[in-house]
């Protein structure tokens, strides 16, 4: 009790002694880094409609800024625009174009370098080379930004929202587009993605790197140049994400590289080259997704094993399933596979013989890819029934033992 009473009084004490400042063309201060300089902790400062050309400003004081009517700062292409040094800053309500560019010091529109509990909320960002940029952060949350950029090659612009050594932080409900990366983390953990839309980027859609015990939930990845790309990380989970139409010779909508010990549940694969390619994956759990209208359900290499994939729906996809090996290791099991002819004479709702998802053709194009040429041609189909069969080139223990008749409700 005392204690609540303590922290009420403090409460009570900071609103006291936090002023307001507001900055504008027609107010006595007119530059918010003037407004920076007479604020103190605490203290928020409004800054009011106009365009606001200051250079590169930096932000050392736990103060909430906030823009009102969407005032802009403009780095003129020379700056980094906002330099966030203070924990506790809220930055909200601005626009924020025109950052500098350079590939060693990375200039960006918004920056934080190594602080705990900044928000950065509801702002625009356009035409900056990286967007919002957390360098060792703790306790960020970057949430609610719409960040944009327009060039076509990778190595001329920076990521949407680029995280580096942090830990616990929140991405929530941003909207990017136009990046190298929509979203981008390395050595970040114990963080949570979602409800972003990220799409239209030159590279991935999100990308992680050495990031362990992260989870992405509900976002939107979609027509970026390469999907999203999950690398060297541990204890991840992908729940109810979407995976869109991510198209291109070497595209996919989720790669999964040097992966262990993660959970994929719930996701939508819906017009990708490949809905997953995995390679060096183990110990992942992946159970009621759909993969739809791919070139590729999933690809899944010689090098995965003791995954289990069951309670999907394969529908419509070119290949359900295809890999480089004949070792598997891996096990399939009740998922519902809209290419299954078997029978359920007993009406359990699993089908009475086995179904073998890797086709002859499969195969034959993942080491032939001009064979595509013949898809669909009558050689090629009387090929794979004839396979299925007598088995003679896919792996006699690629198989779901128990396909499901109909198709799982998400």
Not at 84 to 100: E, H, L, T
């Amino acid at each position: 009790m005392k204690l609540h009473f303590c922290l009420s009084l403090l409460f009570f004490l900071n609103c006291l002694w936090s002023q307001k400042i507001e900055v504008g063309q027609d107010k006595s201060i007119k530059t918010i880094k003037k407004a920076i300089e007479l604020a103190k902790s605490g203290d928020t400062i409004i800054v009011n409609k106009g365009v606001y050309r200051e250079g590169n400003i930096i932000v050392d004081k736990k103060v909430i800024l906030q823009g009102k009517n969407w005032p802009t700062l403009d780095g003129q292409r020379k700056y980094e625009v906002v330099s966030i040094k203070a924990d506790s800053v809220i930055f909200s309500g601005f626009k924020v174009i025109n950052s500098g560019y350079a590939s060693l010091n990375d200039p960006c529109g918004i920056k934080i370098y190594n602080k705990t509990g900044v928000v950065v909320k509801d702002n625009f960002l356009e035409n900056n080379f990286f967007g919002i940029y957390v360098q060792k952060g703790v306790n960020c949350i970057v949430k609610n930004n719409t960040i944009k950029a327009y060039q076509k090659e990778e190595q001329r612009i920076g990521n949407g929202i680029h995280c580096w050594k942090s830990e616990n932080m929140q991405i929530i409900g941003n909207r990017i587009s136009g990046h190298r990366d929509g979203i981008y983390f390395e050595f970040v953990s114990n963080s949570v993605i979602w409800r972003n839309v990220s799409k239209a980027n030159i590279r991935y859609g999100l990308h992680f790197m050495f990031s362990n015990d992260d989870a992405y939930i509900s976002n939107v990845f979609k027509n970026n140049g390469a999907g999203v790309a999950v690398m060297f990380t541990k204890n991840v989970k992908m729940f109810n994400n979407y995976f869109e139409e991510n198209w291109g010779d070497a595209s996919y909508g989720l790669l999964l590289k040097e992966i262990s010990d993660s959970y994929i549940n719930g996701n939508k694969f819906i017009r990708n080259t490949s809905g997953i390619y995995m390679e060096g994956t183990s110990r992942v759990k992946l159970e009621r997704n759909i993969f739809k209208d791919n070139g590729w359900g999933m690809k899944v290499q010689a090098s995965c094993m003791e995954n289990v994939i069951s309670f999907n729906n394969f529908l419509s996809n070119t290949f359900d399933i295809s890999t480089n090996g004949s070792l598997v290791l891996n096990h399939f099991n009740n998922n519902y596979w809209d290419k299954y002819e078997g029978y359920d004479l007993n009406r359990d709702g699993i089908g009475d013989v086995p179904f073998h998802p890797l086709s002859l053709f499969a195969v034959i194009t993942e080491n032939n890819p001009s064979a595509m040429l013949l898809f669909r041609s009558f050689m090629i189909t009387l090929l794979d029934k004839s396979e299925k069969i007598l088995p003679s080139i896919t792996p006699d223990n690629f198989v779901d033992e128990s396909p499901i008749m109909k198709s799982i409700v998400l």
